[in-house]
């Protein structure tokens, strides 16, 4: 009985992570896009995931959802082996991956009901959901207009009410802030934090490092395919800024007024 109640206490004190990443890699040829990477979002975090052009942060995003095979490492979400049990581990998810087209000749109200329908949810509740989302998401007047003649902020946001209508417990968001406008943006953050809040998962990808360091409360920096630094926000900026420790740890920074001939005095 007390080896139970120990054993209790002690899940407890270690939930089941949101994300576990393990050994990941992914070749494009033969260059290494992802290498051998480890990675652990714990569950009810707010996680940024940051890093240069090319780092790996979109393919390693895109094996942990489910949309590319890895070549090899083990992902599990919520305890689901996402390769093994591939239908399960993405219903747990909710996904915005940045650059993949929508099927933009639906409307938007139709877009998102879809993304409800292929979830397995009734069409009753998916319409209610896809309502309220649009009108969360200032989209309400948009919904019977073709996806194809949204504005790129838009098209954000339809693409953030197709992650969200099934309700998932992991949201994983690449770049969801890019060509936003910042009335919209603080209206995402808020329905972001409150999602947390509730029990949710976030992870951001973004280059804004002020708005991670703002809204993330743990943050994982990653250059060439591998994790160089994972933990809290104040663990790994330490006492500087979140930008700092990220151009400390890349490397990279070039410094100098440059050539003469583009100083004009």
Request: proline fraction near 4%; include cysteine.
């Amino acid at each position: 009985m007390t080896q139970n109640s120990s054993g209790s206490d002690e899940l407890a004190m270690h939930p089941i992570p949101a994300l576990s990443i393990r050994g990941l890699v992914k070749y494009f040829g033969d260059k290494p896009a992802v290498d051998n990477l480890d990675l652990t979002v714990p569950s009810g975090s707010f996680f940024g995931l940051v890093g240069p052009n090319g780092a790996g942060k979109t393919t390693t995003l895109s094996m942990a959802t489910g949309l590319l095979r890895p070549d090899a490492g083990q992902v599990s979400v919520h305890g689901v082996d996402v390769w093994s049990h591939l239908v399960e581990a993405k219903r747990l998810v909710g996904n915005l991956s940045d650059g993949v087209r929508l099927f933009d000749r639906l409307t938007g109200l139709q877009l998102v009901t879809y993304a409800g329908l292929l979830s397995g949810m009734t069409r009753e509740v998916v319409v209610e959901r896809a309502h309220d989302l649009l009108q969360l998401l200032d989209l309400e007047g948009a919904g019977g207009t073709l996806v194809i003649d949204y504005s790129a902020g838009m098209i954000k946001k339809i693409a953030l009410a197709c992650a969200l209508v099934h309700a998932p417990k992991l949201l994983v968001l690449d770049e969801p802030f890019e060509s936003v406008d910042p009335v919209s943006s603080a209206n995402i953050r808020d329905i972001l934090e409150g999602f947390v809040a509730s029990g949710g998962t976030v992870i951001v990808s973004s280059h804004a490092m002020d708005l991670v360091q703002r809204m993330c409360d743990h943050v994982a920096i990653i250059a060439q395919g591998r994790v160089l630094a994972a933990g809290t926000i104040d663990e790994i900026r330490g006492d500087s800024t979140l930008e700092d420790r990220f151009v400390e740890l890349v490397g990279g920074r070039r410094t100098g007024e440059g050539p003469a001939w583009l100083r004009l005095s």
